[in-house]
């Protein structure tokens, strides 16, 4: 049997960050995952970091690339009847600021941290199971090549993901979870263009939500509201770009076209599982929650959890109990705020289904109070950026 003090299960971000941060308390930790660490690498995901986010990463020495290439951002703008109505993020949360770096830039980097560190990641492996939750002395059994390992530990963090075997785990007595589907999907396309604006542009039109981001200097990432269950092959290039240049028209933008390079179609739902602990397993970003990703929230509510996880557990091994034992009723307030700004986000931008003319000037009255009231655009900046790491509501 091989030992270790902290299991942890997924190696994506959270699962990484997670291991990172307990280095640093000098705590041994080791992450199992069942991809394949290119796989990891080249996933295109989330890619707005959080102020504090981004202030955390740079605390524990991730951030010397993150710093050369990532994209400073001092507001967004939400354009609807073909206006664009800029909300100044740093004016109105006295200097902060969001960047663009994709996630799989925050993976590479917090492999090459576990690397240097002599960090314990095994990718690739299969047959994961945790067991003995309950008990002292849980294990997280699995097979790496022809090999059966149990790795016995004193904890264990669930950071496998929405699909993960960790969140399964627990008894369904145990476990209230709150689920709501939305009845639309994103479909998201990365192109080989210069971003066409270099903020954020959040479209609100009547032929369905578009959103224009970028990854960097040369390629854009562009989303396009769809059906829940469309498929790729449905979206030709043309109608892509017939669809965007339609719903982010207006002025003071012009759309270049180029090359697609990725497309992908992402159904949107919102998620909780409570509570965030059983026994010693401890669950942490998307095995815990997904929010809708209008509001740019799922990578920073992961990091806001495994730092929330490791503050705790570096205090459980000193002899205090309190932190880990308020870990999940900590974590749920910070949770059901992001769950509400990510909903309000997705209810004012997208058309929903059968929506009639009187719910459409509701979302443009909502949107004009938050582009004319500096109230308004106060709470959504405040919300965007990210409440401060240790605030929980």
């Not at 941060?21 to 394949?36: A, N, P, T």
């Not at 590479?108 to 002395?137: H, I």
């Not at 224009?212 to 290039?237: F, G, I, K, N, T």
């Not at 959504?380 to 990210?386: F, M, P, S, T």
């Amino acid at each position: 049997m091989v030992r270790t003090q902290v299991g942890i299960v997924g190696g994506g971000p959270a699962g990484l960050l997670l291991s990172h941060l307990l280095h640093l308390h000098g705590i041994e930790s080791v992450v199992v995952e069942i991809r394949s660490r290119a796989y990891t690498e080249q996933r295109i995901r989330a890619g707005v970091l959080e102020h504090g986010t981004v202030d955390l990463l740079v605390d524990v020495g991730l951030g010397d690339r993150l710093k050369r290439e990532g994209l400073v951002h001092e507001g967004i703008e939400l354009r609807f009847e073909g206006r664009g109505h800029r909300i100044d993020l740093a004016e109105l949360t006295g200097g902060k600021t969001i960047t663009v770096y994709g996630q799989q830039e925050v993976q590479k980097d917090l492999n090459t941290a576990r690397g240097a560190a002599g960090g314990q990641v095994l990718y690739e492996v299969a047959d994961v199971r945790v067991e003995g939750v309950d008990s002292d002395a849980p294990v997280i059994r699995f097979r790496q090549g022809d090999e059966q390992v149990a790795l016995d530990c004193d904890l264990i963090a669930g950071c496998d993901g929405f699909h993960g075997i960790c969140r399964p785990s627990v008894p369904a007595t145990a476990l209230t979870t709150y689920d709501r589907e939305y009845p639309f999907g994103w479909l998201g396309i990365l192109a080989r263009v210069s971003p066409a604006s270099e903020e954020l542009i959040y479209s609100a039109h009547e032929r369905g939500f578009a959103l224009l981001s970028m990854r960097s200097p040369e390629l854009s990432r562009l989303y396009v509201q769809c059906e829940p269950d469309a498929q790729v092959d449905d979206w030709s290039d043309e109608r892509v770009w017939e669809e965007l240049h339609a719903r982010l028209s207006g002025e003071g933008l012009v759309l270049e076209e180029g090359p697609v390079v990725e497309k992908v179609v992402t159904a949107m739902r919102s998620f909780v599982a409570e509570p965030l602990r059983h026994g010693r397993l401890f669950l942490a970003g998307d095995a815990a929650h997904i929010v809708p990703p209008a509001g740019a929230k799922g990578l920073n509510l992961a990091v806001a959890d495994v730092r929330v996880l490791s503050e705790a557990v570096e205090a459980w091994y000193r002899g205090r109990t309190d932190l880990l034992d308020a870990y999940s009723q900590t974590c749920l307030r910070r949770v059901w705020r992001v769950q509400h700004f990510s909903w309000w986000m997705t209810s004012m931008l997208h058309r929903f289904a059968g929506d009639d003319p009187f719910e459409r000037r509701l979302q443009l009255a909502q949107l004009a109070y938050v582009t004319s009231s500096r109230a308004a655009a106060t709470t959504l900046a405040e919300n965007y950026v990210g409440l401060a790491m240790g605030a929980a509501a």
